[in-house]
């Protein structure tokens, strides 16, 4: 293993893009330059990583011909007022307020538009009878793709559509399976609404350097929902079914073996738990369904499906009186945070209940929870709650989160034998 290099609060981020515009070098330039993958460099302009390899540094530093010392320090009197990050939130937030709906992108120069129901792209302009509800780009066989997920019409279900930015011509189309669905799931509840593309994420789940497309697939009326993992051809190479919505999906490289993971923040709405949940998925193990011997039956109708997720954790919900001063039915599982840094404890940190007031439940590196905690407002609200009679007692006392905490149930591939 080489060595870690913090870049996370250095001026890494802001040279990296600065070096390459001086290059002429596009971002699909610098990684065949370099050997990393498009998306490695991506995240890097954008400082979504605390940690890089060193040898990956270096790498890059040599494709931009200056040091590594030079690639890191701070560059102040070359950054001019539009460079800073709180400009930049600033003319975010004014652009978003005047184009409300629409998204304008771009990647290195190609001008990208994205509406309601279109897409305009260097090639041409592309318009659909649904909505678009996610996407994103990458590139395979040194092409820029667009990957837009829609949601249904009368005529059909959503669907995903892998689009040549350069030719707007569609490559291929994915859509969701209406008869094994009925098969995995009870028929009437999938016949009640319609599947679409919730999350479109970018996966690298063998290590070779080719990502794939995790597509998180929710039912629009009732729970069901599945992850599929769509090669760079539109095929199929796996599909994880969850009895409830899956809310947020991060690929990370947490084991550092080169291969991504997939973490899940998802709801287990079976009724022995109705609480949040967590799945991980890797190279192996990413088929089968959210299936055990304590809440199989009901919310699946085949379950002759094996579980073969890497890890699976299920907590525990709540009373109605505390879940209905939180204004949600259940304590969904939301917002991953994945820590970069192997020598902390806290590797992993997810939350529960509702955005502005949830539980937080850190992870070690096993995916074991350690620990839980209320947010700040939680907190602040909870007091109020038991001040005024509103609960019976206090949920949050530290008693009282050891106790739930220990309700949560770790499930490994294996665990569930089909019967």
């Known amino acids: 293993m080489g060595k870690n290099i913090r870049i996370r609060g250095t001026a890494f981020a802001s040279n990296l893009e600065r070096l390459r515009l001086q290059n002429n070098l596009s971002k699909s330039d610098l990684a065949q330059a370099t050997g990393l993958s498009w998306r490695t460099i991506d995240n890097y302009t954008k400082d979504r990583f605390e940690f890089a390899q060193e040898s990956a540094l270096l790498r890059i530093a040599e494709a931009l011909n200056v040091s590594l010392e030079d690639l890191l320090k701070p560059c102040k009197a070359n950054r001019p007022i539009y460079g800073h990050p709180a400009f930049l939130i600033t003319v975010v937030i004014l652009f978003s307020i005047v184009m409300g709906w629409a998204l304008r992108a771009g990647r290195d120069g190609d001008s990208i538009e994205i509406r309601e129901k279109s897409v305009r792209l260097p090639g041409g302009e592309l318009k659909f009878k649904s909505k678009i509800v996610a996407w994103v780009q990458n590139t395979w066989d040194n092409r820029d793709i667009l990957i837009i997920g829609k949601v249904g019409n009368s005529d059909q279900y959503g669907s995903i559509l892998a689009i040549d930015v350069a030719s707007a011509e569609v490559l291929w189309e994915y859509r969701p399976d209406h008869e094994t669905l009925r098969s995995v799931f ?234």
């Not at 929902?225 to 796996?238: A, E, N, Q």
């Not at 009895?243 to 550092?256: K, L, R």
């Not at 509103?390 to 008693?399: A, F, M």
């Open 186 to 419: 009870p028929a009437d509840k999938v016949d009640q609404g319609d599947f679409y593309a919730h999350t479109l994420s970018l996966v690298d789940l063998d290590g070779d350097g080719v990502d794939e497309l995790a597509a998180s697939m929710r039912h629009n009326m009732s729970y069901p929902s599945y992850l599929s993992v769509i090669d760079k051809d539109g095929g199929v190479k796996s599909t994880y079914y969850c009895a409830g919505h899956i809310n947020t999906v991060s690929p990370f490289d947490m084991d550092g073996d080169g291969k991504d993971e997939i973490y899940i923040a998802a709801t287990n709405n079976t009724a022995r738990f109705e609480g949040g949940t967590l799945i991980v998925l890797d190279e192996l193990c990413r088929n089968g369904a959210a299936l055990d011997a304590e809440s199989a039956r009901g919310h699946f109708a085949d379950l002759s499906l094996s579980d073969s997720c890497k890890v699976r954790v299920v907590f525990p919900s709540y009373p109605m009186e505390f879940t209905n001063l939180l204004e949600t039915p259940r304590m969904d599982a939301f917002n991953l945070w994945i820590n970069a840094n192997r020598s902390v404890p806290d590797r992993l940190t997810l939350n529960m209940g509702q955005p502005s007031k949830s539980l937080i439940i850190p992870f070690d590196s096993e995916i074991r929870p350690f620990d839980v905690y209320p947010s700040d407002l939680l907190a602040k609200f909870n007091r109020a709650w038991v001040d005024s009679g509103l609960v019976s007692r206090d949920y949050l006392t530290r008693e009282a989160l050891d106790k739930w905490l220990s309700g949560h149930r770790r499930f490994t591939a294996g665990h569930w034998s089909p019967r």
